[in-house]
């Protein structure tokens, strides 16, 4: 079992960057795949992000590929998401999660409903 818990965000102005973190306690936080998604005002919590156990793929939603990079330290139970060139559109609640899965699969870790632990989210507000 593992806790993600997020920090980083804040406010930025358009064009500017930014890093969150996500540190999740436990001990077999390498036998987790771990996303990031976002949740804008009024709308549905959407895919950012996923980066599998050992951080040897990583999967990006089209708005953002580009843009943003996923990484992550295992030793240090931490899973990063530097974003840059933010938009306003970049807006959001950004939540990070654990799938308790060893697949390099795509397909698997865009899907919210294959991760098993969620951190309670942070703003992140892009001014324009």
């Known amino acids: 079992q593992v806790q993600p818990v997020e920090s980083g965000g804040g406010l930025v102005q358009a064009g500017g960057s930014s890093r969150l973190s996500c540190r999740a306690s436990g001990r077999t936080f390498n036998g987790y795949g771990m996303g990031w998604f976002r949740q804008a005002p009024g709308k549905d919590r959407e895919f950012v992000a996923a980066?599998?156990?050992?951080?040897?793929?990583?999967y990006y939603a089209d708005s953002v590929k580009g843009r943003f990079t996923i990484s992550r330290d295992n030793a240090k139970n931490t899973v990063y998401l530097q974003m840059g060139s933010l938009k306003p559109e970049d807006t959001a609640v950004y939540y990070c999660a654990a799938a308790f899965t060893r697949l390099v699969n795509g397909s698997y870790l865009r899907n919210e409903r294959q991760y098993n632990y969620w951190g309670q989210g942070t703003q992140v507000t892009v001014s324009s």
């Open positions: 980066i599998t156990w050992r951080g040897g793929a990583t």
